[in-house]
């Protein structure tokens, strides 16, 4: 099941509606990170409805790791298993390519890892990463590509783009086949493919013109927030939104800020996924309207205010700055809990801001009024 419907577009900046089996997602929408089928810091999915997140995402190599995709399978699928109903993205173990070099080696077959937990090897091929996704049951599956970082060679990363492409080809294959499968869990999974070449105009061009054909459900952009500049990711977004089926919904893998996020929107992108509101609040780095506070700051010892006096999240409904800094200060895991709950209400509170300025055409005013602001440091 599959309908993405585009609502209302201000410019480049697109609203939309996307259907899938397992509910509907407002576009643009921010996927929240659950690597382990959990998101760090003691959150769970009733806390993920809660706070309005519309996706889980989750990791397709970490997941085969441990528990095992088999037996994920088993426990009826990765929504039964996590408890979470609606729409979860799980990618392919492909930027796991990039952030284990040190223990993987790339051949046409696929990509031979060492575990990071005992040092097993897993052979990781395009048709074994959907086999694997298939076995969670994900409402959409990520093609297995290679993610090389920026900087890199031109002859190497044109290759890695044409083997990126062969792979995605045994993709889609081994996708219909396995939803066409009496056991599968999920029978409507959807695929997205993914749009590679560092920096490189002609490499990213050639390589969404080529992927486009393939006629994927939805087509993502990977391969950016990996070394390059921030000009250098918004350059290469416009260079390859043109080329981006109009239809399919766009998804920007990795990224990030919100600064990011409101630029990325404004040229054409509806979904974005990052760790850093998780991971920023397990360090004391919250999000506000007026930029981002360290919590750890000695000004806070006795601050009787929330982190951000205009956010409706449970943390700052019942929480002050002064309890929050004692908590990270005496090592409680609740200070993690109530940080990662106040930054993922924020991410999810800014799409809702984006949603509402672009059906309302004052997203260009918003941008401008935004941008600078949300990426201050308080």
Not at 39 to 60: P, R
Not at 194 to 212: C, D, S, W, Y
Not at 356 to 366: C, G, L, M, R, V
Request: charged fraction near 25%.
């Amino acid at each position: 099941m599959l309908m993405f419907k585009l609502k209302h577009c201000e410019n480049k900046a697109r609203l939309g509606i996307f259907e899938t089996v397992h509910g509907t997602i407002e576009t643009p929408a921010f996927m929240n990170v659950g690597t382990c089928a959990a998101i760090k810091g003691a959150v769970s999915a009733s806390d993920l409805k809660n706070i309005n997140c519309q996706v889980m995402l989750c990791n397709t190599y970490h997941l085969h790791v441990r528990p095992g995709d088999e037996l994920v399978r088993d426990m009826g699928g990765l929504h039964k298993f996590a408890g979470w109903k609606g729409p979860i993205l799980t990618d392919s173990g492909g930027f796991q390519v990039f952030s284990l070099a040190k223990i993987r080696d790339i051949k046409e077959e696929g990509v031979l890892f060492s575990s990071h937990v005992n040092g097993k090897k897993i052979m990781m091929t395009p048709e074994k990463s959907m086999q694997i996704q298939s076995n969670l049951g994900s409402t959409i599956a990520m093609a297995f590509d290679e993610c090389v970082g920026s900087p890199a060679e031109f002859d190497y990363v044109k290759k890695s783009v044409e083997r990126t492409t062969r792979w995605l080809t045994r993709c889609k294959e081994e996708h219909e086949r396995l939803n066409a499968a009496y056991t599968t869990i999920n029978k409507n999974q959807l695929l997205f493919g993914i749009n590679q070449g560092t920096i490189f105009p002609q490499i990213r061009i050639e390589h969404i013109k080529a992927i486009a054909d393939l006629d994927l459900d939805g087509y993502a952009i990977g391969g950016l927030a990996v070394g390059e500049t921030h000009e250098e990711m918004y350059q290469t977004i416009s260079l390859v939104e043109p080329f981006m089926p109009k239809e399919k919904p766009r998804y920007l893998m990795g990224v990030g800020t919100p600064a990011n996020i409101i630029e990325s929107v404004f040229r054409g992108v509806d979904l974005f996924d990052c760790v850093m509101p998780s991971r920023n609040a397990r360090h004391g780095h919250l999000f506000t309207k007026n930029g981002v506070i360290n919590i750890f700051n000695q000004k806070y010892t006795k601050d009787e205010q929330p982190i951000d006096v205009n956010c409706n999240c449970p943390t700052c409904q019942t929480a002050s700055r002064a309890y929050i800094r004692h908590l990270f200060l005496a090592k409680e895991m609740l200070g993690m809990r109530l940080a990662v709950l106040h930054n993922l209400y924020f991410y999810n509170h800014l799409m809702q801001e984006i949603r509402d300025a672009i059906k309302n055409d004052s997203f260009e005013q918003y941008r401008a009024e935004n941008v600078e602001k949300l990426s201050r440091r308080i």
